[in-house]
């Protein structure tokens, strides 16, 4: 059965949010896998296991812990998602969207979403950050879209355009910010797939082909949540493995994803530190 949320349940999630904290967070951040340790460094952190906020998916992959961080970081405050839900898990593409429409009844702004992702282009090297130029919804072209349902226009139009979903302004402070760091960073584009099997060689070359610079199976449908209800979005995608697209080519396995996560936390954090700073 299909299931759609109403607005007295994004409020319940609210409520017991309340009853922690009153913080009134203005940026919020998603942490993808292997990416979580930006949420130790929140400052007066109030944590809230995911279990214990009404509708919240309980992610279940190994890397992500399943809490919401609410605090300080860099003087701002802001709610960060340790760990996120995939639609490969079994949630329906509602519940993964939840979280942010309850972020923006908390008061958020911006959104900072992180994933880890396999490189197509052939000139990303594993560890190189990917600033999402756009993305490529191919979940959403076989119907998967957070939206579908009854459209509540408390968050946004029935029908909200995609154009710049990744707010330029933003895109461009982070690039600096990364140069400035020595942190090779490229701009790109993202394509979600559902997962959870990784690509054959023939979809690599596929995806390639249509224009995709990274795949990962997640962070499309936050971002069509976030644009929704006019949130900005800043998107960065650490690469952690690259994807030949050749007969013959080892898979890539979840360990290496881990283990590029290893070295893309502190790039990731210095980016995100920087533009949080530059707010
Ligand atoms: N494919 C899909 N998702 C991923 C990959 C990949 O190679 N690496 C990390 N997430």
């Given at each position: ?173 982070a690039q600096e910010i990364a140069l400035r760091a020595g942190i090779p960073a490229h701009q790109g584009v993202y394509i979600c797939l559902a997962g959870p099997s990784f690509e054959t ?16 199976m997640s962070t499309v449908p936050e971002v069509i949540t976030a644009r929704h209800s006019g949130m900005r979005v800043l998107g960065l995608s650490g690469i952690s493995n690259t994807l ?36």
């Amino acid at each position: 059965m299909e299931e759609f949320f109403t607005m007295p349940e994004f409020q319940a999630a609210v409520t017991a949010i309340r009853r922690y904290t009153s913080l009134q967070p203005q940026v919020g951040l998603i942490l993808g896998s292997g990416l979580n340790a930006l949420a130790e460094s929140v400052e007066d952190a109030t944590k809230i296991p995911f279990r214990d906020i009404p509708h919240f998916p309980v992610s279940t992959v190994e890397g992500h812990e399943g809490r919401l961080v609410l605090g300080m970081l860099e003087g701002v405050p802001v709610v960060v998602m340790q760990g996120r839900a995939h639609y490969y898990e079994g949630y329906s593409m509602s519940r993964i969207g939840l979280p942010i429409r309850v972020m923006k009844l908390l008061g958020v702004e911006l959104l900072i979403v992180t994933n880890a992702s396999g490189g197509l282009n052939m000139t990303y090297r594993p560890g190189d950050v990917m600033i999402i130029r756009d993305h490529i919804n191919l979940i959403g072209m076989a119907g998967l879209n957070p939206l579908r349902g009854p459209n509540l226009a408390e968050f946004g139009p029935r029908f909200p355009g995609m154009n710049e979903a990744y707010a330029p302004a933003l895109r461009q402070l982070a690039q600096e910010i990364a140069l400035r760091a020595g942190i090779p960073a490229h701009q790109g584009v993202y394509i979600c797939l559902a997962g959870p099997s990784f690509e054959t060689p023939a979809d690599v070359r596929f995806l390639r082909l249509i224009g995709a610079d990274a795949v990962g199976m997640s962070t499309v449908p936050e971002v069509i949540t976030a644009r929704h209800s006019g949130m900005r979005v800043l998107g960065l995608s650490g690469i952690s493995n690259t994807l030949i697209g050749e007969e013959g080519a080892p898979p890539p396995n979840h360990e290496e994803v881990l283990a590029a996560g290893r070295i893309l936390v502190p790039r990731l954090e210095t980016i995100i530190r920087g533009v949080l700073r530059a707010l």
